[in-house]
Every structure is written in structure tokens, then in C-alpha cells.
């Protein structure tokens, strides 16, 4: 049996369950928010062994046979509507966060990216880019810092040319607007404003000339790697990210030998089982490290270029590969 974990609308999910249920799988489809407003969790110990019990919407679901989880977009737990004291709801939230990381160690499963310790690692961009440097990507000079005084000295060694981006897309509200802080390349003026880096980390590094973006998507040992026109459109010119599907055309782009297996190796060194890595190819014809996000988007990817994605992540989580 194979379990998915994300919320109900993932429009993700629903691209990749008709392979699923192609290939024969028995699948269950549960998103933690509703734990333990709407849903039950019980962890049984005896000298039979461990009962592993999901009851959701009516029905008994035994989690004891999963093969294989797929930890999708799962939302957060949350207490019933009817827990209204801000100090109780907080507490049931992180009681069950901690029940449910257990709860998942128990299932003698294959994760697709991985259990979220792990996952939570593999999001860090300081990990990311000391493991790239040690598998021999190449990647630009950074800094990451909240230090002001380390802005002016980032801006002359990039000769004027640098960029500043967030340690984490994490999107925030102000006055009910929603917000997210894209990439951002650094103006002289912006020197006088430095004060404002002691607020939050934030990564400097030189503006690295573009032929094309790339987003290589990799399940497994499998990678499907898309060219991104990005320098076509004025919009996606600093950060893809801003889409310009009409200009900023996507295609597949053949990655050399060594480039791919260096892909597949990063995202085995930081424990997961898929990951979304974004490059740079410069006019030189140089490939840039610039991150990797180990359970990013790719729906779109298979839409506009026909790389088989889904059906390498079906493969996957049904066990028809024999890649880890």
C-alpha cells in the first residue's frame, strides 16, 4: 500500500495517482492537517507486533503494510475548531507533531523525499551549497550573513553585480498582503540601507551571467533536466520564479554525462529520494550551482517540456525501479 501525504486540492497528486492506480497500487491519500480535529492516529504495542491505525471520513485504514510514503505537501496538525484557548491549541499542534514524527518512524516504508528530519536538513541552503562544493559543482562565491558591514566588501568583489536572496522562499504577510522575497540584485544605493541586513540571514552572491536557467528534477537516479529561456523575457531575467511562460520558453536540455551524475549524487548525499535543483548555464557554457529544493514543483515542467516525471515517481514509490 502506498500512502500520500498532502493536503486534498494538490493538483500534483492528482496528475500522478491515474499512473499510480495504472500500475495496480493500492493507494491512500491523507493530508496530517486534519490530525486531531477530524482524524484518529492510534500506535498499538504487543507481543504480536505493532498496529499502525488511521481512522479518517468513516473508514479503518491499517498502516501497517505501507511500502512506500509519499510526503507530498502535508499540512500542519491542528486542534478542532471547538479548542478555542490560543495556549491549549498551541500545545495540541506541537503534541502532535511530535506523535506524528514517531508514528511515521515506525512504518517499514520507502520515502519519497524523505521523513521529515530529514527533509527539514535538506532544505538548508548552507548544506546545500557546501555539499555541492565537495561534489565538485561549481558554485559562486557567497556569503551568508545579518552582518551590514559585510555588504559593501560582497559588492566590490562582485564588481558591482550582486545579488540577494532569502535562505528560505518562506512567504509572510504584512497588513493581510501576502508577500515573498524573490531574488534581488543590489543596487549602489542600496549601501546606505545596509542597517537592514542585520534583520534576517540573507545570501550574497555575484551576479552570474546567463545563456539559460535549468531546473533538473531528479527521482532516484533518474534526472529530467529543462531549459529555461529566462534571459528572453525582462520579467524572469533576475528570478525565473516571476513566469513568463509566453517568452521565457521551456525546453529539455541534455546534460552532460559527468553534470547529471553530480545531480543524482547531491541528492543522495543529502538523504532524499527526488530533488529539484536549479542551475545556471553561463555564455561560457559553465553550469552554476544555485540551490536545490528537495521536494520543489515539476508539474509544470512536465507540462511544457513532456518529461516524464510522474511517471519516474510512479515507478518509484510502486517499487517498479530499482533505484534508492
Known amino acids: 500500500m502506498l ?7 494538490d493538483t500534483t497528486v492528482r496528475m500522478v495517482l491515474p499512473k499510480l492506480k495504472a500500475r495496480g497500487a493500492e493507494v ?3 493530508d496530517p492537517a486534519q490530525y486531531p480535529a477530524a482524524a484518529h492516529l492510534t500506535a498499538g504495542f504487543a507481543a504480536g507486533g505493532t498496529e499502525l491505525r488511521l481512522v479518517t471520513g468513516g473508514e479503518v485504514v491499517d ?3 505501507t511500502t512506500a510514503v509519499w510526503n507530498r505537501r502535508p499540512g500542519q496538525p491542528a486542534a478542532a475548531p471547538s479548542v478555542t484557548a490560543g495556549d491549549l491549541r498551541e500545545r495540541v499542534g506541537e503534541l502532535s507533531e511530535w506523535f506524528l514524527e514517531g508514528f511515521w518512524d515506525l512504518l517499514d516504508a520507502r520515502w519519497l523525499p524523505a521523513r521529515h528530519p530529514v527533509l527539514r536538513r535538506a532544505h538548508n541552503k548552507l548544506v546545500h551549497l557546501a555539499l555541492a562544493q ?5 558554485v559562486p562565491p557567497t556569503v551568508v550573513t545579518n552582518d551590514p558591514s559585510e555588504l559593501a566588501p560582497a559588492y566590490e568583489r562582485a564588481g558591482g553585480r550582486l545579488i540577494a536572496k532569502p535562505v528560505e522562499y518562506a512567504p509572510f504577510e504584512i497588513d493581510g498582503a501576502r508577500h515573498t522575497v524573490y531574488t534581488t540584485v543590489v543596487q549602489r544605493r542600496d549601501l546606505a540601507a545596509r542597517g537592514r541586513l542585520a534583520h534576517e540571514p540573507t545570501i550574497l552572491q555575484p551576479y552570474v551571467p546567463k545563456a539559460v536557467e535549468l531546473r533538473v528534477t531528479v527521482v532516484g537516479r533518474q534526472v529530467f533536466a529543462a531549459e529555461i529561456a529566462s534571459q528572453d523575457s525582462p520579467r524572469t531575467r533576475d528570478d525565473w520564479r516571476h513566469y513568463d511562460f ?7 536540455h541534455h546534460l552532460p554525462g559527468d553534470v547529471a551524475a553530480r545531480c543524482a549524487d547531491l541528492v543522495a548525499a543529502l538523504g532524499v529520494s527526488f530533488g529539484a535543483i536549479d542551475l545556471i548555464l553561463t555564455p ?5 550551482f544555485l540551490e536545490i ?7 509544470w515542467i512536465e507540462d511544457l517540456t513532456g518529461l516524464p516525471v510522474g511517471d519516474a515517481i510512479a515507478d518509484w514509490l510502486t517499487g517498479e525501479t530499482d533505484e534508492p
Open 293 to 299: 529544493n528537495p521536494n520543489g514543483q515539476w508539474a
Open 28 to 30: 491512500v491519500w491523507w
Open 3 to 9: 500512502l500520500i501525504l498532502s493536503e486534498p486540492g
Open 284 to 288: 561560457d557554457g559553465e553550469y552554476v
Open 246 to 252: 509566453d517568452r521565457a520558453r521551456h525546453s529539455v
Open 134 to 138: 565537495e561534489l565538485g559543482f561549481v
Open 63 to 65: 498502516l501497517g503494510g
